[in-house]
């Protein structure tokens, strides 16, 4: 049962990480995919990380939990960000540009990260706010009763609705530029609605291990119901945790369960029937996945012409060919890749 159970998050993990490479496709989509795929491809990250939290039974763990999550997310992060720098920078000064301000303002945006660094590190954001969440979760439930705890987060929620109405609506603009009013290391503040979708992994476990017909049909009418109200332009839903917008107080949680719920139901009666070893393939790469897709396609992108599957093929196959030699030439490759973990404990990794 067990490894049934790690199969079928596996392959969803390894379908959402590609969903994450269509969603960062800088050219033009006929239909509007990366809108939807935006929809729920985050908060499902969240929710099945959730999946595999377990909570600190004795004190005494809090500080080697806290080191554990460290190696394996903080580590490969600024791994990550070292390596994508040093190379972006050698290929500045391989351009000419010897300006020491432009060197010094990019690394401050650097060190800010989260929505601050665009381009290449469009994605890093991700990864600080899982560890701040993981962090802020495992405080929540160590300190608290469970009643405390979802009161807790109702503030939580309230919050982050709250700071996403002032830069959405107060502050104005483009969402990136209004988020950017906000001045937040890491992303941290995203910990806030974050935190629920984590939450909701976990606190309903019994529902995600096992998706029921009456819940896959729910969600499944409630997710085209959603679609089709945006098609024929009754609700103009968005969703972008990077930057902060969260549209509607109940659809951001009613949209975004319901779609993750359709997307593991089906994954779970596909795992229990097919093999689908290439999704778990791409999982198990998924974090050099996650970092090299975009800067994949910088690099290639002037001397190579192609669409979206050209892309999505660049960004998926490319990093997979750098983790495998950063695993096997690297010294603790395994760790710069988030494979860090006690020597008397083996888990599943969050994504």
């Given amino acids: 049962m067990k490894k049934k159970r790690i199969t ?27 809108k939807y795929i935006y929809w729920f491809h985050m908060p499902a990250f969240f929710i099945l990380s959730g999946l ?15 080191h554990k999550r460290f190696m394996q997310l903080i580590v ?24 020491l301000e432009w060197y010094l ?40 009763n469970r009643k405390k705890q979802f009161i807790i987060l109702g503030l939580f929620y309230v919050l982050g609705n709250f700071e996403s109405i002032v830069a959405m609506k107060v502050i104005g603009g483009k969402p990136s530029e209004a988020a950017q009013s906000i001045p937040m290391i890491w992303n941290l503040d995203v910990a806030l609605m974050a935190i629920i979708y984590f939450a909701i992994g ?24 959603a679609v089709l109200l945006d098609r024929i332009n009754i609700i103009d839903y968005r969703l972008s945790m990077k930057f902060l917008r969260y549209d509607h107080f109940i659809l951001d949680l009613v949209i975004p369960i319901s779609f ?49 599957i050209g892309y999505t093929t660049i960004g998926i196959f490319i990093p997979i060919i750098v983790s495998i030699l950063i695993k096997n030439l690297l010294p603790n490759g395994k760790i710069l890749l988030g494979g860090f973990s006690n020597k008397k404990e083996k888990t599943p990794i969050p994504t």
């Fill in 8 to 34: 079928w998050v596996d392959i969803t993990k390894g379908f959402l990480m590609i969903l994450v490479v269509i969603g960062h496709y800088p050219g033009e989509l006929d239909f509007p995919l990366a």
């Fill in 52 to 66: 595999f939290f377990k909570p600190i039974l004795d004190k005494k763990e809090i500080k080697p939990t806290i």
């Fill in 76 to 99: 490969p992060y600024l791994f990550f960000l070292a390596s994508i720098t040093l190379v972006r920078y050698g290929m500045e000064i391989f351009s000419g540009n010897w300006n």
């Fill in 105 to 144: 303002n990019d690394l401050w945006t650097l060190v800010i990260g989260g929505r601050f660094v665009r381009g290449a590190y469009g994605v890093f954001w991700f990864v600080t706010t899982l560890f701040f969440t993981y962090l802020l979760f495992m405080w929540l439930t160590t300190y608290f």
């Fill in 202 to 225: 976990y606190y309903f476990k019994h529902l995600w291990m096992d998706i029921s017909k009456r819940w896959m049909s729910t969600a499944l009418f409630l997710s085209a119901t």
């Fill in 260 to 308: 993750t719920i359709v997307l593991v139901g089906c994954f779970q009666l596909l795992a229990a029937k097919l093999s689908i070893n290439w999704l778990q393939k791409i999982e198990n790469h998924s974090l050099s996945i996650m970092y090299l897709h975009i800067f994949a396609d910088i690099i290639l992108n002037d001397y190579f012409t192609y669409g979206l």
